[in-house]
């Protein structure tokens, strides 16, 4: 016998999953939609969002704080807010407002990566180190700044 879901299980499914972390309004209707067929998942959402449980505002801070402190980019960290629901306008917002200076984070994380420097006609090692900074989610401007840190000590 299968058991029938209420908007009342959803707020609480909600809650659950909000008490644990923060999660984006994208992200909450892709998992309630599993288990609410023929509910409305946009009124739970809504009130959600009126008692303060829930803010797209806050995941998207609180997120970007997180990939920052793991060593990621502004590509890589756009790329994956798109992927949770975030509309463009409040991701560049929280951005603007965050203030990050992408170019020092680049360097940072290159030089807890690499240690020793390289030679200046190691083409290979160059790329290598170029190509772990791109996959980190760094502009190319940024991946330079960062090589040439390597040799201005």
Do not use: C
Request: charge should be negative; glycine fraction near 8%; proline fraction near 1%.
């Amino acid at each position: 016998m299968v058991e029938q879901v209420t908007e009342k299980d959803l707020w609480n499914k909600a809650i659950q999953l909000l008490s644990r972390r923060e999660y984006s309004r994208g992200e909450l209707t892709q998992k309630l939609g599993r288990m609410a067929e023929g509910l409305s998942i946009e009124s739970v959402l809504g009130s959600l969002e009126e008692e303060g449980y829930l803010s797209d505002q806050r995941f998207t801070e609180s997120f970007i704080r997180m990939r920052i402190g793991q060593g990621h980019g502004l590509i890589r960290i756009r790329f994956d807010l798109q992927r949770k629901g975030i509309a463009n306008d409040l991701m560049q917002t929280v951005f603007e407002d965050m203030d990050i200076d992408w170019y020092e984070l680049a360097v940072e994380q290159y030089r807890r990566k690499y240690s020793q420097p390289f030679s200046a006609g190691d083409y290979k090692e160059r790329s290598k180190r170029m190509r772990f900074l791109s996959q980190r989610g760094f502009s190319m401007d940024e991946i330079q700044h960062a090589v040439a840190s390597d040799h201005e000590d």
